[in-house]
């Protein structure tokens, strides 16, 4: 038996056994480990297997088995073995991940940061996608660090904000959260003006991140994640409902693969119109034209002119 594999399995045997084990029954339990003719040779290798996992740190025991203490045996307990469940609040995730992306910080300590990141229930980056850090911010972003900053002293957040179709306007948010999909990362939280939960997409955001007053904090059992909508075209928040009619031979698809997707009428030639969130972007234009002559996008016209203007450019 290789040695890292009967270390292994000794580690193994004690953390499951109830009660101390003596080394004879630590050696009938692994025969192939210790299958010496000489129980001294045996209890030699055994020793010296001791010695290695108390030497890294595996917290080996001596203790009676039996009531009157006559017999010694050896076991590991669980409670000193394990690492306890890493418990952070949302405040610690956010400030560890400002760290991680400051001067200095290397690419394991990186790495080591997006696991307890990834896994802290209602933190800064819970429910997001494991992706680098930079993946979409190489240069260290400052609205992304901003963002970061904001969340972690729960201050709201003032910045000009850039739709899909072009519409620029002051926005007044209190951010709860950062998630990345899709290429790009979004800050998530209560719009006030409009009193609802949003996501932003940092890329659209124009101009500096002005930091306000204090924020309101996020509601139980917030997923900053559960806000950032995805699809067929993508990640990206809905900001409309757009109306597409399907031939009878591909409705059941569409509406299938389309979160979301409401049927609003069904026409005499068996054409049924569909009601489906309009994301930010024209990826609901891509999807519409992937269906070929089968789909029809009714509105909103923005979008239909869009359609249009692609098959005109197809035709030419």
């Not at 020793?47 to 009157?68: F, M, N, Q, S, Y």
């Not at 990186?110 to 993946?135: D, F, I, M, R």
Request: net charge negative; glycine share 8%.
């Amino acid at each position: 038996m290789h040695p890292l594999e009967r270390l292994v399995n000794l580690v193994a045997l004690l953390l499951e056994s109830p009660r101390a084990l003596t080394f004879d029954e630590i050696r009938d339990a692994m025969p192939e480990a210790y299958a010496q003719d000489e129980t001294p040779t045996a209890k030699r290798m055994f020793e010296r297997d001791k010695d290695i996992l108390r030497d890294i740190g595996v917290p080996i025991r001596v203790r009676p088995t039996d009531a009157w203490e006559v017999e010694q045996g050896y076991a590991i307990d669980k409670h000193e073995y394990y690492l306890p469940q890493v418990d952070l609040t949302p405040e610690e995730v956010s400030a560890l991940f400002v760290v991680a992306r400051g001067a200095g910080a290397t690419e394991s300590f990186e790495q080591a940061v997006l696991k307890l990141l990834y896994g802290a229930e209602g933190g800064l980056l819970s429910g997001s996608t494991p992706a680098p850090l930079a993946a979409e911010t190489a240069g260290n972003d400052p609205r992304l660090a901003a963002a970061a900053s904001a969340i972690t002293e729960r201050r709201s957040l003032r910045f000009a904000y850039r739709t899909s179709r072009g519409t620029e306007s002051e926005r007044h948010v209190d951010p709860w959260g950062l998630v990345f999909r899709g290429g790009h990362w979004y800050v998530v939280g209560l719009d006030r003006e409009r009193g609802e939960i949003r996501s932003f997409r940092l890329s659209r955001i124009r101009g500096a991140v002005r930091p306000a007053n204090e924020a309101t904090p996020p509601p139980d059992g917030f997923r900053a994640a559960d806000h950032v909508q995805g699809g067929p075209w993508g990640p990206g928040e809905p900001e409309e409902r757009a109306r597409v009619a399907f031939s009878p031979e591909v409705a059941w698809l569409a509406t299938r693969s389309y979160p979301d997707a409401r049927i609003e009428a069904t026409r005499p030639d068996a054409w049924v119109e569909v009601s489906v969130p309009a994301p930010p972007g024209d990826g609901i234009v891509s999807w519409v034209l992937s269906f070929g002559p089968d789909a029809e996008l009714l509105e909103p016209a923005a979008l239909r002119d869009e359609v249009v203007r692609r098959l005109e450019a197809a035709l030419a």
